[in-house]
């Protein structure tokens, strides 16, 4: 779960089944302290239908048609009313979901919480969206961080193991072995982040582990 804000609304991200569904809850709530009732308002216009229909036709194979149609002849009449679990129950829809509990509401896939923000206000749509946006490029930014980290630790243990295996002869006592891995590994070290281990180590006395395990943070690889 993760949060945005977006002109001073908070807004709940959900990740369901490694899709990004927000919160149509807190966005209502950008207009209305009933939440219940501007979701429900929404459901219930026909273009907000026929738009909920075409997406589940597009990416839900077990959306139920049918029971879309009679839910589209019904919109526009005074006493038609659709709540979200309604839907879900009724047509199989994947594109909104309920969750109850403490962080519960109503969450729709991201194509469908941008619609339902854009009738909410243009203005809130395009800072949602802008804020959403933000979001994923920080994400893949992180991933690219540890992806790169990640990378550094095998290259480390691909150039130590050849030390072992290579540089330390097999007839050398145990204490010479480490003197000359540690050795060879130090060169490693000042290669890859300009320090030995024990410069490191004197440089931040109140970190555990090693350079390596900070490699994605350049001043305290420093």
Avoid at 78 to 89: C, E, G, M, V
Avoid at 124 to 135: A, D, N
Avoid at 155 to 182: C, G, M, W
């Amino acid at each position: 779960m993760t949060k945005i804000n977006v002109q001073q609304t908070s807004i709940t991200i959900l990740q369901v089944n490694e899709k990004d569904y927000i919160s149509l809850t807190d966005i209502a709530r950008h207009k209305s302290d009933d939440p219940t009732t501007v979701i429900g308002n929404w459901m219930r216009n026909r273009n907000t239908i026929e738009y909920l229909g075409i997406w589940e036709t597009l990416y839900n194979p077990g959306f139920k048609p049918l029971e879309f149609e009679g839910f589209r002849r019904e919109a526009g009449l005074n006493a038609f009313t659709l709540s979200p679990q309604k839907w879900i129950n009724t047509t199989d829809a994947i594109g909104i979901v309920s969750r109850s509990g403490r962080y519960g509401g109503t969450f729709a896939h991201k194509d469908i919480a941008f619609k339902f923000a854009s009738w909410i206000s243009v203005e809130f749509e395009l800072y949602l969206v802008k804020e959403f946006q933000r979001l994923k490029e920080q994400e893949q930014a992180q991933l690219g961080w540890s992806a790169k980290r990640e990378l550094s630790k095998i290259n480390y243990r691909i150039h130590t193991d050849a030390i072992k295996q290579n540089l330390i002869p097999a007839e050398v006592i145990p204490q010479q072995a480490s003197r000359i891995y540690a050795s060879e590994a130090d060169v490693l070290n000042v290669a890859m982040f300009g320090v030995t281990a024990l410069e490191w180590r004197d440089a931040h006395p109140g970190l555990k582990g090693n350079v390596r395990d900070y490699a994605r943070d350049k001043r305290l690889s420093l």
